[in-house]
Structures are given as C-alpha cells and as structure tokens.
C-alpha cells in the first residue's frame, strides 16, 4: 500500500473542470467565465492508494500527453515518482496538487514540453485545444466547450503544459450524461493500458516498445477504444498488437558481424582514478617480482572525533596515487565525520588530513594536476535530492580549492577526469555532469540516464560511456538497458546500444556497479550485477563505432574485471575461478582455480600488470601467473588492492565476515575495509 495523508488539500485548486469536455461543454454561473473552483471531497484525506491506482493514473497521464499506454519502464519510474513524493493515486488529485505541489508541476510539465506531446498538440490554442478532445475524449468540442478551453488557456492562466491533464481530470469528475460517456471513455482505455502494459511480459516484448514507430502502433490501437468497448473482448487486439512489435522490431546489434579493429594496447594507468584512470582497465604497467615482495609500512586511518582506532575503525575508500602519495576518504553511508588524508607511499607516513564534517557519504577520489576531486552526500534533501558537493583540495596541503554544489539521489564512484574536465553521475532521478578541474565550476547536466548507483563514466578524447538500467524521462521516452555514448564536451547523446547484461527481468532497477571500460580493438567493455550474490551477470563487449554488441559471455562475475593485452582478466564465483577471456571473441582462453574451501566471495576487484594478476577472496589475496593463473605469493588476510607502476602495492586490509556473506565490489555499500593499510614493495 501507498499510503498518503493528503491534509489540507480542501485548500487546493482542484483545477479547471473538464467537465466542459462534459455535455455541451458549458461553462454555467458557477464558471464565473473561467476555471471553477471544486470543494474538496474529504475521503481523499485519508484514502489509501494501491499499487494498481498508481497504475491506472500514471496509465492516464500517458494518455493525456502521448495517446497511448505507459511503457512498462516509464509505468515502474513514475508510480514511484508520485509514491514517494505524496502525490496520491489519482489523475484528478494529480491535476489538484499541480499549483502547489512544485515537484509535480515540473514533473507534468516534462510530459506537456516533451516532443512525444508537442507534436500530437500542435498549432494555434483552438487548434490546440480540439487536438486533446480528439485524443483524450474521442470527439469533437462544441462550440462552448471550445471557447471556454481557448479562453482558460489564453487569458485564465492554464498552461498548455497542464491542459491536457486538467481536461482529462475533469471528465472524470462531470456527472452530466456527456460527461459519464467521457469518464467511462477514459475507464475503458485505461483498463486496455494496464492490460497492454501486463502482456509486456518478456525481455523481448518490453524492449519491442520502444520508439516512434512502435508507439505510434500502440497509440493507433488504443484510439479504436470506446466508450462501449468491451475490454475483456479487446485482449485479442491486444496480443495482436504485442506480437506485431515484436515481429517488426529490428534487432539492435547482432552477433560477431565484422572482425573488432585492429587492437591498441593500454599503456597502462596510474592508478589515479577508479580502476587507474578514465578507460577504467585495472591495468597497472608495473612487474610484480614476487620473491622481493614484502612489507616495508602499516599505517592507520584516525579520525579526530573517535581517536580509538581499536574500537573506532573508519571504512578506507579505494585509494589513488600522485607525486608520491596516496590519497584515500573514509566512511560510507555514515553520518559520522568523515576525512581525507594523504599519506606518503613509501614510507607510509601521514603527510595532511582533512575535516568533512558530518557526511552521509564521501564517494573515493580522483587525482589529476595537483587537485583532489571527490564528491559527499550531506543528507540534507534538496529539492528532488539530496545536497552534494564536488570538492577540489590541493594535493599539496589539503586546501579546499573549490566546492560546487549540485543535487542527487545516488552515490558515486571516484569522478572521472579528462583533459582537464571532471565527470560523474548526477541528478534526482540519474544523470552525468561535467564540471572544470581548474575552477570547479559545472559545465553542464543532462538527466538522459536512470538512476544507478557506485559507478562513474568511461571518457576518451571525443565521448563518455556509460551503462544504464531501464531509463525514461518525458523528454525522449524510455530506453532499455545498454551503453549510453554522450559527447565529451557538451554532454549531448551521441549513441545508445541496447543489452541487458543482468537478470531477472523484474530486475528493473538497483545498483549495477557498472563503470565501463575502454578496451583495446575500439571496444568498450561491460560488466553488470544488481549486487546480489546469486544473480547470473554477464561481460560485454560493444563496438561503439559500428553501434553493435560484438560478444556477451555470461556467469557470476564479481567485481570489475580487468583488461591488458587483448584480454579480459575476470573472478567468476559459480565456479569460483578465474577467467582470462579473448577480448576479441569473447571464448576463454583459460581458467584457473587457486582459491581454498574457505574461500566463498572475493573482495574488491581483479589488477591486472605486465606479468601478473592481483585480487583477493574473503580470506587471502593472491599474485597469481597472468599467463596461466598459477599462485605466486599468497598473503592470509583479505583486502583491496592498489598497486602503482613504481612498485608498490597497497592492502586496505577487510573486516573478517561470515563466509557465506557475499562482498560486493569496492564501490559497494557494505563496509568491508578496517582503516589499515599495509605497503609492500613488490620489485626489488
């Protein structure tokens, strides 16, 4: 249940009545000549509303503004919209709250601005009004009904934006017999909307709605209802039109079509950002010796307000390097007083720390020309979020440089930096921003993605990538799961691949931990997982320029897996093993089983250097052969990994669980890391 307490609302406007779409359309003594004002009905206060009347209103502002039913990722994104923004479940309530309810109002006037709207409601107000009789009711406005609509528009203040909505809400409250024909208009194709929407039933059939040329289909179809239809009669028409898409949809990409281009190997990272750097391959140009391995420092994260670190041990974010130090944030989902700190990488000597305040969380750093970039949550709610900053502090001292604040709902990897620009997700309901290194001022914010969380774009000279779930917005309709490819410098889309690379199918949402990463033939590479232990996932591999999946190879991938040489460097835990898979084709080249029967998740994720692969399960971390996985050196405590291409390794050193827990990757919610970090030399 959905449960909305709705008091005070017998102040609101309940709008302007549509019941001038009712009989005749007249405009009484009541009117005053313009939008009448309507009592409240008190058993809203209290009213109760369902899953399904949040079905059925957001079914009937799709119809209000596309003529046709709500897709089943827009249907999931807007229930929850309304849900958790008090709006209740029903249209005319919708329309009600619109002048005072600011988040709504933006929400209703994203459906009226859209393309998908304008071009059903085009021309001049008269025009425009007869274009929504046609659509929302099926007929003709007379004469009274027409002006009393162009008069409201014109010189009562209704928005073309709320028209729609205003007119369809109104029908549903006249009681004239016009009006109960209209009312019952709407019922009907309300009820083929929710019908057509629960026949959307497989991969295949969802992604098959999506586009003009299927909504134009769907929209066809829903206008043969009436007000005398007989909706259990119209599940035939239904399914006909179901099977249609499906057969009429062009697949996306296909299979192993054209050989990849010719591979460019990474020069390797270092290690100054997610996964070493903005193509994100764990790729570290360093040689592990690891008969000179050993320990050389311990050092311990400290916070100033629990100075007791066998009692208070902080969560070490995933570390960075530049000039010398390594620079790491603490906490996650906390609201503790949270702190950087930069510390020395060769002798693990603590060189400045810095004072968050109280954060709910702190995303890892990024590194780049002499500023630490990283972004916190303050758990205060803007808006439709929550408040974040982008803080710039000078890796020297720690000065704060610059703090920019922006809104969102998620939490971040560390940013992205790229030729002197920062990129990371943002906005309410998901989005990318891009801000400047040297300011930190934003450049730009666009909100075409859906809402996931721990992940950061891919960037090289010319575009962004980044992996979505299911994303809508009235702007351009709803887009399945796949690559998103946006232009580096203006953060316009530029391309989008559709591919689910997690399942189960109701798996519409949730954390992915999807960061892409740019590959070696002009590939970008995928891995997905909702974060949960049991969940079949998949590696894919994308040809941007050829808009086309080249290969998906499925399993229970853990962590992000690595890319060096033309291979990808992979923890599959069912079987637990690693998996060295052919960049270019997708087959395995090899797989090798080193862990103990004690070992049931990893922690972290796989490296990648020129002559080995580093990772760690929940017990031990390994150096194992990167040509055939053989063990070379095993330390008997868990934790992540980072290594620099001078030769040192770093171990965040990860709380023991119980073996059956499973550790998410490091962008994980869970807390894992204890606030140790051990420094090893690994070359002699």
């Not at 003709?140 to 205003?166: C, H, K, M, N, Y």
């Not at 179809?221 to 039109?241: P, R």
């Not at 790229?418 to 930190?440: E, K, M, P």
């Amino acid at each position: 249940m959905y449960n909305r307490f709705l008091s005070g609302v017998a102040a609101l406007l309940i709008g302007l009545l549509a019941g001038c779409g009712g009989v005749n359309d007249a405009p009484s003594a009541a009117h005053g000549g313009g939008p009448r004002l309507l009592s409240h009905n008190s058993t809203h206060e209290t009213q109760q509303y369902t899953d399904a009347d949040y079905d059925s209103t957001v079914h009937q502002i799709y119809i209000a503004y596309f003529g046709r039913p709500a897709d089943p990722y827009g249907l999931m994104e807007y229930k929850r919209r309304l849900a958790s923004n008090g709006v209740p479940g029903d249209v005319r309530l919708v329309n009600a709250l619109y002048g005072t309810h600011a988040t709504l109002r933006e929400l209703v006037d994203s459906f009226g601005g859209s393309a998908e709207s304008s071009a059903l409601y085009t021309g001049t107000t008269r025009d425009f009004v007869r274009a929504i009789y046609r659509n929302v009711l099926n007929r003709e406005p007379d004469q009274t009904g027409w002006g009393f609509w162009v008069d409201a528009i014109e010189r009562q203040g209704l928005t073309r934006s709320r028209a729609s909505l205003s007119i369809m809400a109104g029908a549903l409250e006249n009681t004239t017999a016009q009006g109960m024909q209209d009312a019952e208009l709407v019922r009907r194709r309300t009820a083929v909307a929710v019908r057509f929407a629960a026949a959307l039933d497989t991969i295949e059939r969802v992604d098959a709605y999506v586009g003009d040329t299927a909504a134009a289909k769907v929209r066809a179809m829903l206008a043969t209802v009436t007000h005398a239809t007989d909706v259990s009669a119209f599940q035939a028409q239904i399914d006909a039109t179901v099977t249609e898409l499906v057969v009429e949809r062009v697949p996306s990409v296909p299979l192993h079509p054209t050989p990849l281009p010719a591979r460019q190997d990474a020069t390797g990272d270092a290690w100054t950002a997610f996964r070493g750097g903005a193509s994100h391959t764990g790729y570290v140009a360093a040689t592990i010796n690891p008969a000179s391995i050993r320990q050389v420092w311990q050092w311990d994260a400290v916070l100033p307000d629990k100075p007791d670190y066998a009692v208070n041990r902080p969560t070490i974010r995933p570390i960075v390097f530049a000039n010398s130090s390594f620079f790491v944030t603490t906490g996650i989902f906390a609201y503790d007083r949270q702190q950087v700190f930069a510390v020395d990488v060769a002798t693990g000597r603590q060189k400045w720390s810095r004072d968050l305040g109280h954060q709910t969380y702190v995303s890892p750093p990024a590194v780049d020309s002499g500023r630490l970039v990283f972004t916190a949550d303050s758990g205060t709610v803007s808006g439709m979020g929550f408040a974040h900053n982008v803080h710039f502090l000078d890796t020297r001292d720690g000065t704060e440089l610059a703090r920019t604040p922006y809104v969102s709902q998620g939490a971040f990897a560390a940013p992205t930096i790229f030729a002197g620009n920062v990129y990371n997700g943002c906005d309410a309901y998901g989005g990318l921003c891009a801000w400047n290194l040297t300011s930190g001022n934003g450049l730009w914010g666009h909100d075409w993605m859906a809402q996931t969380d721990f992940w950061t774009p891919a960037a090289d000279a010319d575009q962004l990538y980044a992996y979505a779930p299911p994303t809508c917005a009235p702007e351009f309709g709803c887009l399945p799961s796949g690559l998103y490819i946006y232009d580096r410098l203006s953060g316009q889309p530029t391309g989008h691949i559709a591919e689910r690379i997690s399942v189960p199918l109701n798996a519409l949402r949730g954390d992915f931990f999807v960061s892409p990463i740019i590959g070696s033939y002009g590939n970008v590479l995928v891995y997905g997982s909702l974060g949960v232990s049991d969940m079949t996932s998949a590696i894919a591999s994308f040809e941007p320029a050829q808009s086309r999946l080249v290969w998906k190879i499925a399993g229970n991938y853990q962590g992000q897996p690595a890319v060096a040489h033309g291979v990808v460097y992979a923890l599959n835990q069912n079987p637990m093993r690693i998996e060295a898979i052919d960049e270019r084709t997708g087959q395995l080249v090899w797989t090798s089983t080193v862990t103990q029967a004690d070992e049931q998740a990893y922690v972290g994720n796989i490296i990648a250097t020129r002559n080995a692969l580093v990772f760690s399960t929940n017990k031990r971390v390994y150096i194992v052969d990167i040509n055939n996985g053989s063990v070379q050196w095993v330390m008997q405590s868990p934790g992540e990994v980072a290594i620099t291409p001078d030769g040192y390794m770093l171990v965040s050193l990860a709380q023991r669980v119980p073996d059956t827990q499973w550790l998410r990757s490091e962008e994980s919610k869970p807390a894992m890391t204890n606030g140790r970090i051990l420094g090893f030399r690994v070359v002699p």
